[in-house]
């Protein structure tokens, strides 16, 4: 590129900038609506910055819920820090004032409904052994397929490839009567077992990876006596530790999102993994803005922090996936 | 290779790609051919396949909602792909001036592509909410007349749309691939061009498009690929309405087979969708071969 004027510059920084705001938005209106008091979320203005009604009572302040207006003067319903009381009042309509106030009601709320905990294990305990298993499977295969030579491994990794062109409609149905001919229904065991199995799409990075590691130094591990799987344990895998992060890093994320899986093979409640529960309480909450906004932000905040720690191998990884073509 | 020869060493080999063996024909070649079986019977999950021959794909050639469910597919691929890439690729650009900032810039773009689906779902149901949501209030905002307020969601012209926008909030991703690309063009060939007198739009022609085309192909390929998987979104949020107006190709799919169970039927879908997949990715491949240009 071709160094820019500095109005040029100046008028870059300005598409940047509003860009980035329509971008940042949506953000802004989940966090925003996840800390809001009922009756401001759906306001005919919104307001990024939550705010609700409270009065001034003797120096004091109340917030209140505003009813009905009688006789010129404004009936409100005044809360005892988050408890909504019998009490109410009738105040000059001037004196209620909206003030910066963030409600955890939300969250609260939703957490007697939807238990997130437990789907946040469920979750976790489904990524972790996934993460374990694509790691495992697809390190040896990647191994097996770039550093022993044998007949076949070009054809078996041609064979792999073309696999990635097979959309998952096809194999859905009969895996899906498999699975429950070996009465894994309702069992978290159809999303983590294929996972040691391999997947085409990370062995190959590693695979990738692992040719760039140069012969000698294998050669030099097998002269000293070290068996091949001495060499997987001691030298590629320590080796190997920034493309196994990527690997890992999505395998955790592709799980953590992970919808039809668990729609297939999930059916009670307390199975449930945070995609598919959120999608359930949507369908029966769905009209209380405010705890689908909270349940959703918890969702998204893991991923986003996730983000912020592993920037490098993160951005890495879409790079490499962006690049096998 | 190293004196040794190749026999000697296949079992060792085919030990460490077991999982891999397994894994391809216990979870591809042998569910691929069940599936090509089944699609050739009539199958109610709970009584046993019975043959139908090529019953089930001409049974597709009549059902309306098979095209119907075809159609609306290619509608969202045609706007949100393109779309997509010509966003992601205008960011990648204007990160690309190396203006001041960029990292801040260039992950304020990018968090919307991971925040996780379901989420993303639940969020946008309520942007696109045709009386509270933030874009119609926004559109309001801007002076825009209420007749000409779309409905989105619950409106069939613009629940399509309404997808579409939604889709382009998760750019950020190919905006990383196309950033990475342009940031490999050489400035050389820039400044040379430059010195010839190349405006600014011939050398985004000639020199940036034709380096950068091999990502842009590649991501047009799996952007329809993707499509015509498109599934959880329309599952989660209209659920295929208002009038079958957001009915994917996928969501088609697995409600004959998971709400109707005629996994027959549903399985001749998937070989249908299989032979679209593979038909559109060899065209575009073959067409590429004009367009494309391969430096390395």
Known sequence: ?325 | MNGRPHSHRWPVGVAFCLPLLVGLCVLTIFPVGASFYFSLTDYPIFDPPHWRGLGNYAELLRDPRFYLSIWNTFYFAIFAVPLGMVVGLMLAMLLNLKVRGMAFYRTMFFLPSIVPLIATCVLWNQILNPQFGLLNEFLRFIGLPEAWIPGWLVDERWSKPGLVLMSLWGCGGGMVLYLAALQDVPQELHDSAAIDGATAWHRFRHITLPMISPILLFTLVMGMIGTMQYFAQAYVMTAGGPWDSTLFYALNLFNTAFTEYRLGYASAMAWIMFAIILSVTLAMMKLSNRFVYYHS
């Open chain 1, 1 to 325: 590129m071709m160094r820019l004027r500095s109005w040029q510059m100046l008028a870059a920084h300005g598409v940047l900038i509003v860009l980035s705001v329509l971008f940042t938005m949506p953000f802004a209106w989940l966090l925003s609506t996840s800390v809001k008091v009922d009756e401001k979320i759906q306001a005919a203005h919104t307001e990024f910055i939550p705010r609700a009604p409270f009065i001034e009572d003797a120096g004091e302040c109340l917030r209140v819920r505003p009813l009905m207006v009688k006789e010129g003067k404004q009936e409100v319903q005044i809360y005892r820090g988050s408890r909504l009381t019998e009490e109410t009042r009738l105040v000059d309509p001037d004196a209620v004032r909206d003030r910066i106030y963030l409600d955890v009601a939300n969250y609260t709320e939703a957490f007697q409904w939807f238990p997130f905990h437990r789907y946040l294990f469920n979750t976790l305990v489904i990524c972790a052994i996934a993460v374990t298993g694509t790691i495992l499977s697809c390190s040896l295969v990647a191994y097996g397929l770039a550093c022993v030579p044998w007949r076949g491994r070009e054809v078996l990794f041609w064979i792999m490839l073309s696999t990635m062109m097979l959309p998952g409609q096809v194999t859905m149905i009969p895996l899906f009567l498999t699975f429950k001919w070996l009465g894994w229904i309702n069992t978290i065991l159809p999303l983590t077992v294929p996972t040691f199995l391999g997947s085409a799409f990370f062995t190959f990075l590693l695979r990738q990876f692992y040719r760039s590691i140069p012969t000698d130094l294998l050669e030099a591990a097998r002269l000293d006596g070290c068996g091949e799987l001495g060499i997987w344990a001691r030298i590629m895998m320590p080796l190997s530790r920034p493309a196994l992060a990527v690997v890992g890093l999505f395998t955790f994320i592709g799980s953590w999102n992970d919808f039809l899986g668990p729609l297939i093979y999930l059916m009670d409640e307390d199975k449930y993994t945070l995609s598919i529960g959120l999608a359930m309480f949507q369908g029966q909450y769905g009209s209380d803005w405010g705890q689908m906004m909270a349940m959703a932000t918890l969702m998204t905040l893991p991923i986003i922090l996730l983000f912020f720690f592993t920037q490098k191998t993160f951005i890495q990884g879409v790079k490499l996936s962006g690049i096998k073509g």
